[in-house]
DNA sequence: CGTCATTTTGAGGTATTTCAACGAAGGTGG
DNA sequence: CCACCTTCGTTGAAATACCTCAAAATGACG
């Protein structure tokens, strides 16, 4: 499935900063902020590069830890399917956000890619002992891994909302902020499809449907497409993701 | 409002091990596993014991970080007061759990006492410069961070199920598994009110209510008295726990 | 042993889930 | 470049489960 899988670089444009890291004995998540120039050149070092097709399965839940990784460009999706059959995506991992948390050895979710991907690969036993040869970068782990859980935090009281187009308006919110917006115009790009929404939000997929057609019919976003939407009635939104 | 407070100790036997730490520029949370002797004999150097009774409000939402705390004996609940007036409590802090996840310099919860309550305050200054000295140390809370975010996500997939009674279930799963049981028989402490169990599931109280009546009618569960309960059927409990 | 807070119980309202089927979009191969 | 196929998304209607409001009952505390 890796497309590409070149050789360890040192590269430090190629390596991007990373946002977030749960790893180790248990964890993931997203994350955030910037690690320091040295600390990526240091990661860049025992980083092997891949582009991903969408799709692309890097890891399953409780299979044996191996890597960690970093998202270069792209989005990558972290989730767990229960027994019921129902999938709930825990986290959307961005552009420099690390990912690949474990526990006991396994990891504890799936993670696949959302869209086509640029990652950053590092052996978790390398990653281990880059940590313990540079406090300093483990201290920005540490921050980074502290910014998931308020995340993870932040996420289940989104999911926690009664109302489905509050709990997506405080979605597209969070896009609109974590999301590189390429875009000049005022558009938001949304990645997922609309399945992985209601995966992550806790909803069915005909809700989020129903909720989307219902802040465009009140005028208060408009969709170009799918993966294409822009804010149009600022206020009314704010007062959706707030109101609750 | 603090009862007791007394200077810097460095007693061993009565710093507890540390189960979690979420703290800094931000975060809070539960963590696990126990810090090694020496660092409990560091920070017990510089942490203050405080004794306080039910109630007791540690710090509030959006104060600025001054200390952080761990959880010696009883229970600690970290929620949010959302604008429509409801509640969401965030985590539990449960003995040798580490807490005070700030963002910004300001605690992103308040934080409360469930019970009588021993715990140990550290100023968040000293605390930083303690893991500066000891990159073990810090390693350890990274490991305890990284805990308590497998722990929100877990949360946030309870949360996620649609019947109260699942929900329920797996929360008196997690109180089993994770709450010191003084008891020798095979009941099961339940330090929390109904309505803090309400706002941890993301229930209304009654849904918790009519759930406990449901388990306890089907003869799965068995309570005495509010604060007390006991599985009196174990497969079909595993088996409400587990399906979803 | 009385008062206050918490919990239980009842009845009705509402939003989401389900189930089913249609429609649109994206990808593949001829 | 178009047709076909598969996946994803939209729509409609009924069922479910929780929420809300109100009132009684239970338990905690002093």
Redesign the pocket.
């Known amino acids: 499935l890796p497309v590409h899988a070149n050789t360890p670089r040192s590269s430090l444009d190629l390596m991007p900063s990373i946002r977030a890291i749960p790893f180790g004995q248990s964890n993931d998540g997203a994350a955030v902020q910037v690690l320091h120039r040295r600390h990526r050149l240091q990661l860049a070092t025992i980083a092997t590069r891949l582009s991903l097709g969408r799709g692309t399965i890097l890891y399953r839940e409780d299979m044996p830890l191996t890597s960690i990784f970093i998202v270069g460009q792209g989005v990558v999706k972290a989730f767990r399917d229960l027994p019921s059959g ?1 999938r709930r995506i825990t986290a959307f991992l961005l552009p420099e956000d690390i990912f690949g948390l474990a526990e006991n050895g396994r990891y504890v979710n799936t993670a696949q890619t959302v869209s086509q991907v640029t990652l950053y690969r590092i052996s978790y036993q390398q990653f281990t002992e880059s940590l313990q040869r540079d406090p300093d970068l483990e201290f920005q782990l540490l921050s980074k891994v502290t910014h998931a859980l308020r995340e993870s935090q932040r996420h289940a009281i989104v999911t926690g909302r ?4 509050g709990r997506l308006a405080m979605f597209l919110s969070m896009l609109e902020t974590h999301v590189p917006q390429a875009q000049r115009d005022d558009s938001i790009v949304v990645p997922m ?3 992985d929404i209601a995966n992550y939000l ?12 219902e802040l465009a019919r009140k005028g208060i976003v408009t ?1 170009g ?2 993966h294409k939407m822009r804010i149009t009635d600022r206020t009314r939104f704010e007062r959706i993701v707030t109101a609750f």
């Open positions: 129902k009664r109302d489905a187009a499809s609309r399945t806790g909803l069915s997929l005909e809700a989020v449907s129903r909720a989307s057609r969709f497409g799918r």
